[in-house]
């Protein structure tokens, strides 16, 4: 049953929590081992577990076992019921001893409870008496992020980039496991080696979690160059409309979408609580005035529409949803291409009325975003994107050369965000890690 909800859970888990594994060459495929990590969430067992080809047992309460659907999960999961109360401490211990004696791996949290933001302290020394009592092989685990997914004042868990490290194991070498066995220095000497282990990559994952915390309650960003450019696309607008005799016709659909985001924008300068909601509300929103003005402003200025745009905006929006993990620069850096990207290609338009233009000018950009900055899922971006341009192509009965031009656009701004842009964004970035320390 735990390798069925292995297979089910691990896809899910990469999904929702963008959960990534390294050192799995470090769990040995056979024998006793203890598996003994940091615990700053409820996911923590079923994260250290998904990954690995081998049934894993973790102690609980057995109390838990008792609630009905509660139950029938975490024995399922590899869970058996403990004792907990006073004094039944080593019948914990025995029952732990047998599960690891029978070949199976133990999970076990030394902390005793989840942890709090910060490293691992003093460690009990449950883990260290099982290896020297079953010869057990330990295995430090580092669960990095799990804390910003489901901390402990939570009621449910929320999205959020976590990586899990399994350590080298650390082997008793023991001429005399009765002496060991009563040896409380060798066994503080063990856990805090454990500890160390943990500790040394958990260390990043702390100062990340907590730069980005400073980053999400900062007062709201200046206007940026890319949120002037629907104001720059409508003046244009304007004035060839005015130029055609349209403009009386074209006016509210050219104006209103800009002067909501405007408002939007004064909101967020002035009344929205910084938090990380409002700023990636406030990265995204050039995408959804895209998406939303983007009928009104073709019809406007007269250029087409644009063949298979609700495939293009299937495609955009799946992109653009990997960045829901990333880092807001690198997000801030993505929407300030596709800014680029769209509305030079609608001025492009106006000279070359091709409806697939702005399809292979933003396809090509997603792809060379994703493949050139290595972005989350990448792999998956450019092959979704690649295939739906590769279907719109070859479903279209007008197809020339001037698309080239197009995929030239696509391909540029990639040049212009990694010569002008990056350097600027690693300067703040580099600044926002420095006040954090």
């Known amino acids: ?59 609980a309460w057995d109390a838990l076992f008792k609630i009905p659907a ?19 401490g080593e019948s914990a211990f025995q029952e732990a001893c047998r599960v690891l004696k029978d070949g199976y791996a133990l999970g076990i949290f030394p902390e005793g409870q989840r942890s709090e933001q910060g490293p691992m302290g003093e460690l009990k020394t449950g883990v260290a008496r099982l290896a020297i009592e079953t010869d057990a092989v330990i295995v430090p685990i580092t669960i990095g992020g ?24 650390i082997r008793l070498q023991l001429a005399d496991r009765e002496a060991a066995r009563q040896d409380r220095d060798l066994q ?14 958990l260390a990043p994952s702390l100062n990340s979690d907590a730069r980005f915390e400073k980053w999400y309650k900062q007062p709201p960003a200046h206007l940026r160059i890319y949120e002037y450019v629907p104001l720059a696309a409508a003046i244009v607008t304007s004035l060839i409309t005015l130029s055609r005799g349209t403009f009386t016709a074209s006016w509210v659909k050219i104006w209103l979408p800009v002067l909501l985001y405007a408002l939007y924008l004064v909101a967020d300068l002035l009344l929205l609580k910084p938090a990380r909601l409002a700023k990636w509300a406030r990265n995204s929103m050039p995408v959804w005035l895209m998406l939303g003005w983007h009928g009104w402003l073709t019809e ?13 905006a299937a495609v955009t929006l799946a992109a653009f949803f990997a960045f829901f ?27 070359w009325s091709e409806p697939l233009g702005l399809f292979v000018a933003i396809s090509v ?9 290595r972005t989350l899922y990448y792999p998956a971006t450019a092959l979704v994107t690649l295939a739906a341009l590769g279907f719109a192509l070859g479903t279209s009965t007008g197809l020339n050369w001037n698309l080239l031009y197009f995929a030239t656009l696509g391909l540029l701004a990639i040049a212009y965000l990694q010569t002008f842009v990056t350097a600027a964004y690693d300067i703040r970035r580099s600044g926002n890690m420095l006040d954090s320390r």
């Open 146 to 169: 799990a804390s910003r997914a489901w901390p402990k004042w939570r009621l449910l868990p929320k999205p959020a980039r976590i990586i899990v490290r399994y350590h080298a194991p």
């Open 300 to 312: 406007a200025i007269d250029v087409p529409f644009g063949e298979k745009s609700l495939l293009l």
């Open 1 to 59: 049953m735990q390798n069925v909800l292995k297979l089910l859970a691990l896809p899910l888990f990469k999904v929702l929590f963008a959960v990534e594994y390294h050192g799995l060459e470090n769990v040995p495929k056979e024998g006793a081992i203890i598996l003994a990590g940091n615990h700053p969430s409820y996911l923590d067992p079923v994260l250290v577990m998904l990954p690995v080809r081998r049934t894993i047992r973790y102690m």
């Open 70 to 88: 509660l139950g029938w999960l975490i024995r399922a999961l590899g869970a058996f019921p403990v004792d907990i109360r006073k004094g039944k």
């Open 325 to 351: 993990w990333e880092d807001y620069f690198r997000l801030q850096k993505f929407v300030r291409g596709l800014v680029a990207v769209y509305y030079l290609s609608l001025a492009m338009l106006l000279n």
């Open 365 to 373: 950009f997603i792809v060379s975003f994703s493949l050139y900055f």
């Open 188 to 201: 503080r000497q063990v856990m805090s080696d454990v500890a160390t282990s943990i500790n040394r990559s």
